[in-house]
């Protein structure tokens, strides 16, 4: 009797197999906090390096904006709205002007000084793809933007949702934003150890970057980014994420709109010429 109880209580090896993976995720985020925490600089860290700087083809987004191109050819302003959750909204900023939609806006208007440069911020903490959908009229559409650059995916991959469930909704919003005139720029993910716990991250990151490649619109590789900068030096986990382990700082989020505003600059330039 005791040894059938003890067989009825044995794991599975499915359950075995599943505890597993959770442990090896479990164990990924603690060694990204452990080692990533406590290393001020990496191999290639120097006095002169450029903290925001990073390689291949992250360097600068293969952008075509069309209608922020048309809006800069005319003179008129140009109306960027940054749509996503907290860290559009920016959680983990000391100030509202240390956001990344409000370092964006001054970083494009020295770029493009003859350009009247609106950026809106339509982030809302918590929001996964599909609550952000459901605002995507008012707070997106309704401002009739030139751009768009949707921060989408971080919570899904927090609360274990189907990745393909969200790829599916992001295609949705896309669409509607495109068929109203309005260029698009995904961005995904960012890295960080509360995003490395849950094994779908790569999931997720890989449906992103698909619906971009179907859809026709650039995506901003920020957990990509992010992950350089911590493993070359440039910017160590301590800097670049809040003590909650997951929402960015002020110098992420400067280093953030820096590598945006140089794209979509070019890519203005670019497009319009």
């Known amino acids: 009797m005791l040894r059938d109880r003890m067989k009825s209580r044995a794991p599975t090896p499915a359950l075995l197999r599943r505890q597993h993976a959770l442990m090896a995720?479990?164990?990924?985020?603690?060694?990204a906090a452990a080692l990533l925490l406590v290393a001020p600089a990496g191999r290639r860290a120097h006095a002169t390096t450029d903290r925001c700087g990073v390689s291949g083809d992250l360097a600068t987004l293969d952008m075509t904006l069309p209608h922020v191109a048309k809006a800069l050819e005319a003179g008129g302003?140009?109306?960027?709205?940054?749509f996503g959750s907290s860290s559009t909204y920016g959680t983990g900023a000391s100030a509202r002007d240390k956001t990344y939609p409000s370092r964006l806006a001054a970083l494009l208007?020295?770029?493009?000084?003859?350009?009247?440069?609106v950026v809106l911020n339509r982030g809302v903490g918590g929001?996964?793809?599909?609550?952000?959908l459901d605002r995507i009229d008012s707070d997106a559409i309704a401002a009739h933007p030139d751009l768009v650059i949707w921060q989408v995916g971080t919570n899904d991959v927090l609360r274990d949702v189907d990745p393909l469930a969200a790829g599916a909704v992001i295609r949705e919003g896309v669409t509607r934003m495109q068929r109203a005139?309005?260029?698009?720029v995904l961005m995904d993910v960012q890295f960080a150890p509360a995003v490395l716990q849950h094994a779908i991250f790569r999931e997720m990151?890989?449906?992103i970057a698909a619906e971009g490649r179907l859809l026709g619109v650039p995506v901003i590789h920020r957990f990509a980014m992010m992950r350089e900068w911590a493993e070359e030096g440039r910017m160590p986990l301590s800097l670049m994420i809040s003590r909650d382990h997951l929402h960015m700082t002020d110098a992420s989020y400067d280093c953030l709109a820096r590598r945006i505003g140089r794209s979509i600059a070019l890519a203005a330039r670019s497009t319009g010429s």
Do not use: C, H, K
């Open 25 to 31: 995720v479990a164990l990924l985020g603690l060694i």
């Open 77 to 82: 302003p140009i109306v960027i709205v940054a």
């Open 109 to 117: 208007t020295r770029r493009l000084p003859r350009a009247n440069i």
């Open 127 to 132: 929001e996964t793809a599909a609550t952000t």
């Open 181 to 184: 005139g309005i260029d698009v």
């Open 205 to 207: 990151e890989r449906v």
